[in-house]
C-alpha cells in the first residue's frame, strides 16, 4: 500500500500491531497477514480522519447573522447564536450581526451585498428577512460570491438559500386553530389574529394554516387579523384598541408576531380579560404573560436548536461536514404556565 503521511508508531499503536509487522504491510514485505493489511488500513483511515479533525478545529469561519425583526427577538437570537456557537465542531465558528426592524427591503439587500467585499471576510448567512424581490436577488448575489445563505423563522423559498431552519410554521398556525377551536367550544364570537408583518413567509404560512384549519373544525368562527406593527407593544395596542371600537364580539386571540402586552392591555381596557389567547416564543415579554394566565399557551421552538441547525447547514455547505445542506423544520411545542422548560423556569 502507498506510504501514508504517519508514523509508523502511531499507526501502530491506532492498529494494535507490532511496528515491525506495521512496516511490513507499508513496505508489502511477506510475512503480513490480510487480517494485519486490513487493520493497518483501518488505522491509517482513523489517523486521516484525525488529522482532518485537528486541522479543521483550527479553522475559523466567520458567519454574518443578518435580523429584521423587533428587538426582542433579536436579543433572543444573539443569545442563542452565541450558546450554538459554543457547541459547534469540528470548525471554529464566529458570528457578526446586522440587525434591523422593519427596515425597506432595499436596505437590507444591501446588507447582504455587502458581505465578502472591500476585503472583509464572509463564510456565510443566517437571514431572516421579509420575502421580497430585492432581498432574493442579493441573496443569489451572495451565492454568486460563493456565500450561502440559511434562512432563519421565515423561508425564501424562491431564492438560493442553501437551507431553512426554525419553526414549522404551518403546523404552529393548525395547532393554534386546533387549541382556540377547543378552548371556545360553545362560545360566540369572532378570532383576532395579529401578525407583525404581512411580508413575512412565515407569519403567512401560520394564516394560512390557521385559517384552514379553523375553518374545518370551527367552520362559523370568523377570524379578523391585523398586522404590519412589526410586533411593537404601542403600535399593537393602538391597532386592537381600533378594532375592539367596532368588534365587541372578539372572543379569543392568535398573536403570531409579537406585541402581546400590548394586545392584553387593549383587551383590559376594553374590559375583555381572561379570553382564550395563543402567542409564540417564550421570550422574555411572554415569559410573564404566560405566568400571570394572560396568555393561556405559548407555541414554542428552541431556537437554540435552530440556529445550531442553521450554522451545521453552512458547515455543510463548505464541505467541513459530510452531506447537503438540508432544511430542518422544528415542531412546535406548546408550553403552559405548567411545563415551561427548565432552563426558562428562573
Do not use: W
Amino acid at each position: 500500500m502507498p506510504r501514508p503521511p504517519h508514523r509508523v508508531r502511531d499507526i501502530a499503536e491506532q492498529s494494535g500491531l507490532s511496528q515491525a509487522t506495521v512496516d511490513r504491510v507499508l513496505h508489502g514485505r511477506p510475512g503480513a497477514s490480510a487480517r494485519a493489511v486490513r487493520a493497518v488500513e483501518a488505522a491509517v483511515l482513523e489517523l486521516d480522519r484525525q488529522a482532518t479533525q485537528l486541522r479543521l478545529a483550527r479553522r475559523t469561519l466567520l458567519v454574518d447573522v443578518v435580523l429584521d425583526a423587533p428587538r426582542r427577538f433579536r436579543d433572543a437570537v444573539h443569545g442563542a447564536t452565541t450558546d450554538a456557537l459554543a457547541t459547534i465542531r469540528p470548525a471554529t465558528l464566529r458570528a457578526r450581526f446586522h440587525d434591523t426592524d422593519g427596515a425597506e427591503p432595499d436596505r437590507i439587500a444591501a446588507t447582504l451585498d455587502g458581505l465578502g467585499t472591500g476585503g472583509r471576510v464572509c463564510h456565510g448567512v443566517v437571514l431572516k428577512a421579509p420575502e421580497h424581490p430585492a432581498v432574493v436577488a442579493a441573496v443569489g448575489r451572495a451565492a454568486d460570491r460563493g456565500i450561502p445563505t440559511v434562512t432563519l423563522v421565515t423561508d425564501l423559498p424562491g431564492s438560493r438559500r442553501v437551507a431553512y431552519a426554525g419553526l414549522d410554521n404551518a403546523a404552529a398556525g393548525a395547532s393554534a386553530a386546533y387549541l382556540l377551536a377547543a378552548l371556545l367550544r360553545g362560545r360566540p364570537g369572532a378570532v383576532l389574529a395579529s401578525v407583525s408583518h404581512h411580508a413575512f413567509l412565515g407569519e403567512q404560512e401560520r394564516v394560512a394554516a390557521f385559517r384552514e384549519r379553523l375553518a374545518a373544525s370551527d367552520p362559523d368562527r370568523e377570524v379578523v387579523t391585523l398586522g404590519d406593527e412589526h410586533g411593537d407593544d404601542a403600535a399593537t395596542r393602538a391597532a386592537v384598541e381600533t378594532v375592539l371600537r367596532t368588534r365587541t364580539d372578539i372572543a379569543g386571540v392568535y398573536s403570531m408576531g409579537g406585541g402581546n402586552a400590548g394586545t392584553a392591555a387593549a383587551l383590559a381596557g376594553a374590559g375583555l380579560t381572561g379570553l382564550p389567547f395563543v402567542g409564540h416564543d417564550l421570550d422574555a415579554d411572554n415569559l410573564p404573560l404566560l405566568r400571570s394566565g394572560v396568555l393561556t399557551a405559548v407555541l414554542h421552538h428552541d431556537l437554540r436548536a435552530d440556529l445550531r441547525t442553521a450554522l451545521l447547514q453552512l458547515l455543510r455547505a463548505h464541505r467541513v461536514l459530510p452531506g447537503a445542506p438540508t432544511s430542518l423544520p422544528s415542531a412546535p411545542q406548546v408550553v403552559t404556565p405548567y411545563n415551561v422548560p427548565p432552563r426558562l423556569r428562573t
